[in-house]
């Protein structure tokens, strides 16, 4: 039974042999998968430790919506 599946971060098909063989599972590359562990990471990073207010400016740079983001929190 083949079960279709796409990798959750480039959204490439992940099929057949590839899928079951690969230790990247469900990812279709090592470099997916890494992208998701640095993800996982940042979101982990965010939430245990503060930022301080020059890491907090780094982060929003000019996107206006981040800054409401953190207002809101
Ligand atoms: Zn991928």
């Not at 079960?3 to 971060?9: A, D, L």
């Not at 042999?17 to 998701?36: G, I, K, L």
Request: aromatic share 6%.
């Amino acid at each position: 039974m083949v079960r279709p599946t796409t990798c959750p971060i480039c959204d490439k098909p992940v099929s057949g042999a590839a899928a079951t063989d690969s230790s990247y599972f469900p990812f279709c590359s090592e470099r997916c998968r890494n992208v998701d562990l640095l993800r996982w990471n940042d979101g982990k990073y965010a939430i245990v430790e503060p930022l301080s207010p020059d890491q907090m400016l780094e982060r929003i740079g000019d996107d206006p919506e981040a800054i409401e983001e953190l207002l809101n929190e």
